[in-house]
């Protein structure tokens, strides 16, 4: 059976092909934008929904025996969603916001397969030491963390020396949740490797 990973995430793609999996990649420009009455832990799962049904809009017929699996992330601070930043000033401003607090990392994931469908959601606290300006401008200047929700991956310097503690999963961190994903794959007799 044909997997397809509806993302363009370069951490996404990475984390399926370690976990074993081979699939193919397909992405649809869709609007990232949800209802505002929307509770904050459903958003990611919406958003991924319908990453899933635009990428199966797109390959119509051939898709009919795929499962579309289809991820996104947001970063919640005190029930507010903190997005990918616009520009440097924006991600700055975020990393000073995220400096010396906890926040909640929620990825939901999106399974598509025809008419049938099952998704998921993932959260993990993460937890800043105090960060410096000079820290979080060497950070923004090399790493240039303008596509990562919240301004930031974990997995590169800043979360080396800026987080302090985690809980829950980190591979849901760094964007897909992979244990949880390759639960559901089984239940769909999908195994890796």
């Known amino acids: ?18 976990a074993g999996y081979t699939f193919d ?27 899933a049904l635009a990428v199966q809009a797109l390959l119509s017929e051939k898709a009919t025996d795929a499962i579309i699996i289809a991820a996104d992330t947001v970063v919640v601070l005190e029930d507010e969603i903190i997005g990918k930043p616009d520009d440097a000033a924006h991600a700055k401003k975020i990393l000073q916001k995220l400096s010396g607090k906890t926040h909640r990392v929620i990825t939901g994931v999106y399974l598509l397969k025809g008419e049938a ?36 991956a974990i997995q590169e310097w800043i979360g080396l020396i800026g987080v302090s503690h985690i809980n829950g999963d980190i591979y849901n961190v760094i964007g897909l949740p992979v244990n949880k994903l390759a639960n559901v794959l089984t239940d769909w007799n999908i195994f890796a490797v």
């Open 117 to 152: 469908a099952q998704s998921f959601h993932s959260i993990t606290s993460v937890t800043f030491n105090p960060i410096t300006d000079t820290q979080i401008d060497y950070y923004i200047e090399k790493f240039r963390p303008f596509d990562k929700a919240g301004a930031y």
């Open 1 to 18: 059976m044909n997997l397809i990973l509806a993302s363009a995430s370069t951490r996404r793609k990475q984390l399926l092909s370690d």
């Open 25 to 51: 990649i397909v992405v649809a420009h869709t609007d990232e934008s949800f209802p505002e009455s929307l509770p904050i832990d459903q958003v990611p799962e919406y958003i991924a929904r319908e990453k």
